[in-house]
Every structure is written in C-alpha cells, then in structure tokens.
C-alpha cells in the first residue's frame, strides 16, 4: 500500500497549516495559559473552525458535515499539534462524532451531527476512572429507574469536560468493575441535575475536568447502542481517538523537529555554528528517520479507519506508541539541543515537551499499546 495523500487531502493539509498559523498559533497557546483561561480555548476560533469544515470534518454529508475521513481529520490534528492549538477538536469532532455515526440512533444522529459540524454543541467523553487509563475498568453504576436509568459513579478524566454540552457517559448496567460486557453508554446534558464537574488544569495548560453523578436520571431514548454493548462503541471511539492523537503528537515532533534545526543552524558556540558538530548532526538524522517513521505508522492507522479495515484497532495502537515515543523523543532533543534556555519562555520548544507528555498518556500511553497489540496478536 503506497501511504501517500491525494491532491484533495494535500488541500487539507495546506489549509489547516495556513489556518493555525494564522488564527490559532503558539502565541494564543501562551495568551490562553497567561490568562488562566477556564475555558481552555478560544470560541470565536472553534466557529470559525467549523466554518472551514474542520469540525464536520467526520460528519457526513447528509447531517450537514464534510465527510472528509479519518485522513483529513489527522491532518488537521497534525497542524494543531504544530502550533499547539487548543480547541475541542479531538473531544467533540473526533470522538464526539465517531460515538454517533458508530452507535447512534437515526433520531440520535439527526438531532446532534448539525449541531457538532457548526460548531454549536461540544462533546466529551467520560469514561476513564482508575489512575491510568483502562477503559474496561468503569464502576459508575446505571441502575433501572422509571423509563430510564439513573447515574452514580465519578470520572476522572474528561478532557474539555468543564465546557461540554452533552457528556458520553460510560456506566456499567452488568457485570464486574472490570469486565467488558455490561458496560452501557449514555448521551447525557451536562447541566443535569445531580452532575458535578471540577475543572482541572493540566501540565500543557489545557483542560479535563473529574466529573461526579449523584442519581443522575437519564431516558431510554438517552443510550447510545445497546444495553450492555457500549464497550465495542466505546473502543472504536478510542481508536478513532488514538489515530488522531498519534497525528497531533506526529505535529508536535515535526515542529520542534524543524524549530530545533533552526536553532543549531543559528547558535554558535567556540566560533562556530553548533550544527556544524558531527554529534549534534547525528542525533538530528536519527530523529528525522524517527519522524518519518511515525509518519508513515499514523497514516497507515488513518487510512485503515476509512477503509474499515478489520485491524483498524491494531493499527490505532501502533500509531498511537510510535507517535508517542517519537514526540518524547523530538521534545527531549529539542530541549537539550537548545540548552537550559530551551525549558525557559524565551523558547517555545518547551511547550511542545509538556503537550508531548499529556498526549502520551491520554487514552493509554506506550506501555498500554504495546500490551494492547501483544494480546490483539496473540502473544
């Protein structure tokens, strides 16, 4: 398989470049984190997002998306991992979206795709409990009341929880804590009664939230799938989520790739220019065969989501584990490259290491994967 873009998604690229680096670059990211925002983006950013069909950009044409794939949304992942631009494009248009089209009901999908592709309802996922992330491990508890269920369980971490309109609530209606089967999902308004959120800030300055339900009621009409078959949804949500979060970490190690280059073309130390040392020229040829690399592992997993494939998931996981690895490695290398400066805020290449260790760990990090793609292939 040649693992090479059309005009088309070439298209996308160039106009999610152009887009970040314009409306959404690394100075927002410095602004927003200055100011404490709570809200953690900009809004009038997200609209015009959604103007340019980025948040649609998995929604299908017939609810008023751009149907573009899962390609088109790791390319725009990417740009955002360039620039570093905090919007709830991977909470909402990305997982928020795949719960949907996966397992929603025609009335389910009529009523909140629009919504999402004009930017105008914000999703979040509320699924992880324990320590690290381990989806099968749910302890919420939706119990039979009335014509519906009612809610009692805490999350942990819910990324852009503190801003959703509508929270996709993994709870458990059989089974152990941490069986797969049993597990049921529910579409749930975020300011119903009896649900608490703290906001909590994170080490690259972006936001998840530990969300609490008290005898949360939620409908019938409100389950997403089946009664106790929320967990095949759930994981192809996450691997929807791991291919994209792969494609933002794959950004993240390219621009400070690029920025760390830069850089050792400029600084000169003894008389001359750093990047004229032979060491320092090795370390970067390793790291750009490492990008490449991570590249090629990212687009495979993109394009296995569109087509379908049936080891869509194992490839989700490989990607997820390289991209994770080479974005530890780019940041690292760019820090140390730049010196002790490279950590202060006269560069930005220290961002880029703290969003690389958030991203990392969020919906399983290396080590997780790598157990994840043993089992999948029977080891």
Request: aromatic residues 6%.
């Amino acid at each position: 398989m040649a693992l090479v873009l059309t005009d088309d998604q070439k298209m996308i690229r160039d106009s999610a470049d152009g887009f970040f680096k314009t409306e959404a670059p690394v100075a927002q990211h410095r602004k927003l984190r200055d100011d404490h925002d709570a809200t953690g983006f900009d809004r009038g950013t997200w609209a015009k997002m959604a103007e340019m069909g980025f948040a649609g950009v998995l929604v299908p044409e017939e609810h008023g998306g751009a149907g573009f794939g899962h390609v088109a949304a790791g390319l725009i992942m990417e740009a955002i991992g360039r620039n570093l631009s905090a919007a709830p494009m991977l909470s909402t248009a990305v997982l928020g979206t795949t719960a949907l089209v996966t397992g929603g009901t025609p009335e389910q999908q009529a009523k909140y795709l629009p919504l999402i592709a004009e930017g105008k309802r914000l999703f979040a996922l509320a699924a992880d409990e324990a320590s690290r992330h381990s989806p099968a491990q749910v302890a919420t508890t939706a119990t039979p009341s009335g014509n519906g269920f009612k809610l009692n369980g805490t999350k942990g971490f819910v990324l852009d929880g503190h801003v959703a309109d509508t929270l996709i609530v993994a709870a458990r209606t059989a089974g152990e804590t941490s069986d797969k089967d049993g597990i049921t999902l529910f579409l749930v308004d975020a300011k119903s009664a009896g649900i608490s959120t703290e906001r909590r800030s994170l080490i690259d300055s972006r936001n998840a939230a530990r969300v609490t339900f008290e005898d949360v009621q939620v409908d019938g009409a409100d389950v997403l799938g089946e009664v106790g078959g929320g967990f095949a949804i759930l994981e192809k949500m996450l691997d929807a989520g791991r291919a994209c979060l792969a494609a933002e970490m794959l950004g993240v190690s390219s621009e400070s790739f690029t920025r760390t280059i830069d850089y050792l073309k400029q600084r000169e130390q003894f008389g001359q220019k750093i990047g004229s040392f032979q060491a320092l020229q090795h370390r970067a040829a390793h790291l750009f065969c490492e990008v490449e690399l991570a590249r090629s592992a990212t687009l495979r997993s993109l394009v296995a989501l569109d087509e379908k494939d049936e080891r869509a998931s194992l490839f989700a996981s490989l990607a997820k584990a390289k991209s994770g690895e080479v974005a530890k490695l780019a940041t690292n290398e760019g820090v140390q490259m730049h010196g002790g400066i490279g950590m202060t805020d006269d560069f930005d290449i220290g961002f880029y290491m703290k969003r690389a260790r958030a991203a990392q760990e969020t919906f399983g990090d290396v080590a997780f994967q790598g157990d994840r793609l043993a089992r999948m292939m029977g080891y």
